[in-house]
């Protein structure tokens, strides 16, 4: 079992930045392990934001519109997502994935980005 723990949602204005990080308990299989974000918003279905391959490779939610950053360090078992220029519509809760396969597939518990107007 990972356990995925995330930190750096709260209240932000429109047009301020946040830094989310997710730090996994184990690092076994972090550094195999394709790692994203994913966000929920009331009425919408969750989406990607950002996900990270363990060679490096980048996807990204077409609302990101070059925004936003994602970055892993496999040494800490950590991922991180930088959201800068955020907007109101980009308030959801947010959770950090790791994928290692199709029956080893975790999620943290989410954490809320609130964006004012």
């Known amino acids: 079992q990972v356990q995925l723990v995330e930190s750096g949602g709260g209240l932000v204005q429109a047009g301020g930045s946040l830094r989310l990080s997710c730090v996994g308990s184990s690092g076994r299989l972090f550094g195999l392990s394709e790692m994203g974000w994913y966000r929920q918003a009331p009425g919408k279905q969750r989406e990607l934001v950002a996900s990270?391959?363990?060679?490096?490779?980048?996807k990204y939610g077409d609302f990101v519109q070059g925004r936003f950053i994602i970055t892993r360090e496999d040494a800490k078992y950590t991922v991180r997502l930088q959201m800068n220029n955020l907007k109101p519509e980009d308030s959801a809760a947010y959770y950090c994935?790791?994928?290692?396969?199709?029956?080893?597939?975790?999620w943290g518990q989410g954490t809320q980005v609130t964006v004012s107007p």
């Open positions: 994935n790791l994928r290692y396969s199709e029956l080893q597939n975790y």
């Open positions: 990270i391959t363990p060679l490096g490779n980048t």
